[in-house]
Every structure is written in structure tokens, then in C-alpha cells.
């Protein structure tokens, strides 16, 4: 097939966001010729372009910075994003112009005007449920910010439906998410993250006692408010029922406010920036992540599993990680603070419970989310699509 393939960001490694793409491209380059075209709103290392070429037979690439505002406020943001994506949406017709592609294989809400009269056939990543998420962080905003925040939703709203009118092949991260836009039984796929296996694999994991871990982008509000709870409400406890606790906070950019909480208290660690999360992920023996509203899968909590620690979270976490109602999840879950604290100090006290969660989970992550298997997914949805194309036009 020859497929254009169209993301929101540049997915690679060294890129700061999603990477989900990036391990699709690889795998369906190598029996497929791939077009990039790519909107690009974070620095991209010339490492990074150069491996993504090796993937790819063009890439076409449209920089948010490139188009010239004489200020930084969020709205002359908003407006150099709106003037990148028409100067895109040119560029996407000239493309499909010049040049015969069998498909469309797209990523990315902002970006439906590109496909919205587009008559190759499309798959359509829809990856997470934003509304959703958006719907929930409202009840934890504050009356300030509501106003901002109920124009996002409704703006994800109707890109969403527009998205679902488009096209009859649609992929969601999650059955959670399908659920939370199309409703319960719907027959449309669900092709989750993988994880890198051999990448996350412990090497030396020499566990300290009573040390709990999180990972991820701290200035990512979800992240940062589950920072906070773990600092605020579940350390304290720890304290009162264990000898010297610790609390690792690991991943890039945290705010002041986190690393001025982080800084009161000698059991807290927010490292920062680090080049490799798995040597601190080695000192935990749990993984915890109190994440109250968040879409889609929390990768995090694959790649703790993957590296053998039992993981303790809340249900909005796990429900984005379960495959089936029938097969049970090696996590601990448990929504209430005080639930929470609860749950870390038994496992923290049990080693063997420790043992048997981490395995479990290991196996768990290796039954079902494998890249390639994700991405075999992808490539019969574009067949399916390209199929029904050619059967319309044949009647």
C-alpha cells in the first residue's frame, strides 16, 4: 500500500509526547511505502529525523514557530496554529494532486479539516476519548477556568462527530474510550499501546523498602495533581505507619509549585529531567499512580508493569488498561485517599505480594500489548478500507 500518514506532532523517542505513531510507522514500513506529513509543534532532533526518513519515503513537515507573531500570548498561539493548518491543508490537496495514495491513515483531532473533503479512503486513529476527559477535569476546576475549559469541550465534541462521520474505520486506544463516544457494544476496533519489552526489562532491580515511585510529564495537569495527592495526603500516612518512606517523582518539567512542595519534605525526591527512568524505577517497590481524570492509556503503568513492580492506581487508570471484562487486572485499585494509603502500606509490608503482582503484571503487559500486534491491526483496517472503496465503485 501506499499510505499518507498524517499526526499532530513528530512521534519519536527524542520528541517529548506521544510515540504511539512512531512504532506504527516502523512497523508498516516495512511492507508499505509511507508518506509523512506532519504538523510539528515541539523541537525536532536531527537524530530523530534522520531514523524517521529511514522509515519513509518523504516527509513533509509544517512548524507551529515557523509562522511569524509579533507576541506570545495564548491567543497569537492559537492563531499561528489555526495558519499552520491551513497552510497544511494546501499543501495536503497539491499532494493528493500530484501523487496517488491508496490511503489515509490520520492521527490527530485538530487536524480533521485536512481530511474533511478528502475522497481517499481513511483510517482514523481516534486514539482517546479528549471529551471525556475534558468532561471530568471540569469537576475538579475551579469557576475561573471553567469557561475555558467548557469551550475545549465543546470544540472536542464536534470534532469528534465530525471524525466519526468520515470514516467507517476507526481505532480507539481504549474500549473505555469507544464507550465514552459511540456507547457500549460497538464493533469498532480497539488498538491499544505497546510496550517496548526488551527495553523495559529490569536489569538490576534492587528494590528499596517502603519507596514508592511515579513517572511522567509533571507539568501534565493529571500528573501534577497526582504528584501533589501523593505528597499532601499519601506520605503523611506512610509516615505514621512505616520507617523512613520514600517518594520518588520522576519525569521532565515540573512546576514550581510541585518542586516547591517537593523540597519541604527529605523523603520526597522530584528528579527532574533524567536521561533513563529505570534505574529509579528499580529502587521502588511500588509503582503508584493516583491519576483522578485522564483519556486514553496511561503508558506509564504498562512500563511499570513491564519492569516488574506492583502498581497501585485508580480506576480511571486501570479502565484504561483493561482488555476484557473477563480476564482480571494484576493492579491494585483503589479511588478513596485513605483506600489508597491503605493498599501501598500492605503491599509495601508484603514482599511476596510484591513478587507475585510484579510478575503478573509482566506477563500481562506481554499477552497483550506487543507493538506488533497493534500495528497488524492498523494495516487490516486499511485494507478493509481501501476493499470497501473499490466494492462501492464497482456497483
Not at 155 to 171: G, W
Not at 304 to 310: D, G, I, Q, S, Y
Not at 331 to 357: G, M, S
Amino acid at each position: 500500500m501506499k499510505i499518507l500518514y498524517i499526526i499532530p506532532d513528530f512521534h519519536h523517542p527524542l520528541v517529548p509526547g506521544s510515540h504511539r505513531h512512531y512504532h506504527f510507522i516502523k512497523e508498516l514500513s516495512k511492507r508499505h511505502k509511507i508518506t509523512l506529513f506532519s504538523l510539528v509543534q515541539k523541537a525536532v532532533p536531527n537524530a530523530a529525523l534522520k531514523e524517521m526518513r529511514t522509515y519513509t519515503q518523504k516527509i513533509h513537515m509544517f512548524s507551529v514557530a515557523d509562522v511569524k507573531e509579533n507576541t506570545n500570548s495564548r491567543l497569537s498561539k492559537e492563531m499561528q496554529l489555526r495558519e499552520t493548518i491551513r497552510q497544511m491543508h494546501e499543501a495536503f490537496r497539491a499532494l493528493t494532486l500530484a501523487e496517488s495514495f491508496d490511503v489515509v491513515m490520520f492521527h490527530g483531532k485538530i487536524l480533521y479539516p485536512l481530511i474533511a473533503d478528502c475522497d481517499i479512503p481513511v483510517v482514523i486513529d481516534f486514539c482517546d476519548a479528549t471529551s471525556m476527559r475534558l468532561q471530568i477535569q471540569m469537576r475538579h476546576e475551579s469557576v475561573r477556568k471553567l469557561p475555558l475549559r467548557f469551550t475545549r469541550y465543546l470544540i472536542a465534541k464536534k470534532n469528534e462527530k465530525n471524525l466519526l462521520r468520515k470514516s467507517d474505520q476507526v481505532a480507539f486506544i481504549s474500549a473505555r474510550d469507544r464507550s465514552a463516544i459511540v456507547g457500549p457494544g460497538s464493533r469498532l476496533s480497539v488498538v491499544p499501546n505497546g510496550v517496548d519489552l526488551d527495553f523495559w526489562t529490569p536489569k538490576q532491580r534492587r528494590p528499596e523498602p517502603h519507596t514508592i515511585a511515579m513517572t511522567g510529564v509533571m507539568n501534565y495537569q493529571p500528573n501534577e495533581d497526582a504528584a501533589m495527592i501523593l505528597i499532601r495526603k499519601i506520605m503523611p500516612v506512610l509516615r505514621q505507619q512505616l520507617e523512613n518512606p520514600k517518594l520518588l517523582l520522576i519525569g521532565r518539567s515540573p512546576t514550581p509549585a510541585l518542586e516547591k512542595e517537593g523540597a519541604l519534605h527529605d523523603d520526597v525526591t522530584v528528579t527532574g529531567f533524567v536521561d533513563d527512568v529505570r534505574p529509579y524505577l528499580e529502587q521502588a517497590s511500588v509503582f503508584v499512580a493516583p491519576i483522578y481524570f485522564a483519556s486514553g492509556m496511561q503508558n506509564k503503568v504498562l512500563e511499570a508493569m513491564a519492569m516488574n513492580l506492583p502498581v497501585v492506581t485508580t480506576s480511571m487508570v486501570a479502565e484504561g488498561v483493561e482488555i476484557n471484562g473477563r480476564e482480571e487486572l494484576p493492579v491494585v485499585v483503589a479511588d478513596e485517599e485513605t483506600k489508597f494509603a491503605e493498599e501501598v502500606i500492605r503491599l509495601l509490608n508484603n514482599p511476596d505480594e510484591q513478587q507475585r503482582l510484579g510478575k503478573a503484571g509482566r506477563a500481562f503487559v506481554e499477552r497483550h500489548f506487543v507493538w506488533t500486534e497493534s500495528a497488524a491491526k492498523f494495516e487490516k483496517m486499511c485494507m478493509d478500507a481501501i476493499a470497501a472503496r473499490e466494492t462501492a465503485a464497482a456497483r
